[in-house]
């Protein structure tokens, strides 16, 4: 009974081992590089990205080169609730003949706008406009728009150009601003740059130098100590 067991673990022992073996062997025989790219190549992605991360120009840039004909095919997209038509009517959304100018959230037929809209206050101005197409929800939170936005800045200002001329009194577009001048933020970000600089022109005293200066300058407790210096004067006092 003991010779039958030491054989079968005998066979069980040169069984594992066998194994062990083939699966090195294996492992070696079909062994994979790692690829120099992982993952799958997305085209256009990158493109797209890059695109994205280039400043817009000042709004009254785009608006002085809007063009109602386009504009009227970018408003297409938002024909499906609402319509620029003289005496039209309200739909899912307002009738929005003459809003260049007009106040937000007001008249329109009585629609019923949502609060968050009538908190806005001011005008329907190109800038107002340019904000509230960028983004309805966040020009003002908790409005019932659901439309998403436009990203194309010369976009947004052809459909406002459209809408411009679909009122009674249509307001100038402005004029281009001179080339090469620099945005409102690109503007802040360089006053803040040189402002930055000053300050690291400004010299700054040494113990040394602090020491030199004469005794009328600043006295007392208040005064700042330098190395060893305010001691001394203290003693001699």
């Known amino acids: 009974m003991d010779d039958r067991a030491n054989t079968i673990a005998g066979w069980a022992l040169f069984a594992g081992i066998a194994g062990l073996g083939l699966t090195i062997v294996t492992g070696e025989y079909f062994h994979a590089e790692r690829p120099e790219k992982m993952g799958y190549e997305v085209q256009g992605v990158e493109q797209e990205a890059g695109a994205g991360a280039v400043a817009e120009k000042p709004f009254a840039f785009y608006m002085s080169q809007g063009d109602p004909a386009k504009g009227a095919d970018v408003f297409k997209k ?15 959304g307002p009738n929005i003949y003459g809003v260049v100018g007009d106040a937000i ?23 107002s406009l340019n904000a509230w197409l960028t983004s309805p929800k966040t020009f003002a939170p908790g ?6 936005g436009l990203s194309n800045p010369q976009d947004r200002a052809n459909v406002i150009a459209y809408l411009n001329q679909q009122g009674d009194h249509p307001l100038p577009l402005p004029s281009a601003p001179p080339e090469g001048a620099a945005s409102p933020d690109k503007a802040a970000a360089e006053a803040e740059g040189a402002d930055a600089a000053k ?4 010299p700054v ?17 208040a005064a700042p100590a ?5 001691d001394k004067k203290q003693d001699k006092k």
Do not use: P, Y
């Open 105 to 127: 959230a007001s008249g329109r037929g009585g629609f019923a706008f949502s609060d968050a809209l009538k908190s806005k206050g001011g005008k329907w101005d190109f800038d």
């Open 226 to 230: 330098t190395s060893g210096t305010s």
């Open 78 to 92: 938002c024909a499906a609730c609402h319509n620029a038509d003289k005496g039209g009517a309200n739909a899912l």
């Open 199 to 202: 300050a690291k022109n400004v």
């Open 143 to 148: 409005t019932k728009m659901t439309f998403a």
């Open 205 to 221: 005293q040494t113990e040394a130098q602090a020491a030199k200066q004469a005794d009328g300058n600043i006295k007392g407790d």
